[in-house]
């Protein structure tokens, strides 16, 4: 299973920005996704997780109401919109996959792919 994330970039605080995740290489129909971040200094930490068929959601509480994770299993592709962005969101961006059909025990992904880098500027 290969994970390739995109979308990061730097942004003013209170802007939007998109995150996409292609998911290829497995022949699985869908995988449960998350959304991860690492801040400079700090552990990894989940931020959003989406369940196989998209039906369930968990987001992490610093981003409720701000974020909002979602798939496209046509496409193979998560998506992760974070809309309001505080200076505290920057970070290198992971996403995950597991074949877990809401998600692993304790967020324990079992795949990774690269970060994508956010910057948010006050």
């Known amino acids: 299973v290969q994970l390739q994330a995109s979308g990061g970039g730097s942004v003013q605080a209170r802007c939007s920005l998109r995150l996409s995740c292609a998911r290829s290489?497995?022949?699985?129909?869908?995988?449960?996704m998350g959304w991860f971040r690492q801040a400079p200094g700090k552990e990894r930490a989940i931020v959003a997780a989406?369940?196989?068929?998209?039906?369930?959601?968990y987001y992490a509480d610093s981003v409720k109401g701000r974020f909002t994770i979602s798939r496209d299993n046509a496409k193979n592709t998560v998506f992760l919109q974070m809309s309001s962005l505080k200076p505290e969101g920057t970070a290198v961006y992971y996403c995950?996959?597991?074949?877990?059909?809401?998600?692993?025990?304790?967020?324990?992904?079992?795949?990774w792919g690269q970060g994508t880098e956010v910057t948010v500027s006050s």
């Open positions: 995950a996959a597991d074949q877990a059909t809401l998600w692993p025990t304790s967020f324990q992904f079992k795949y």
């Open positions: 989406i369940s196989r068929s998209g039906s369930m959601k």
């Open positions: 290489g497995s022949s699985a129909s869908t995988y449960a």
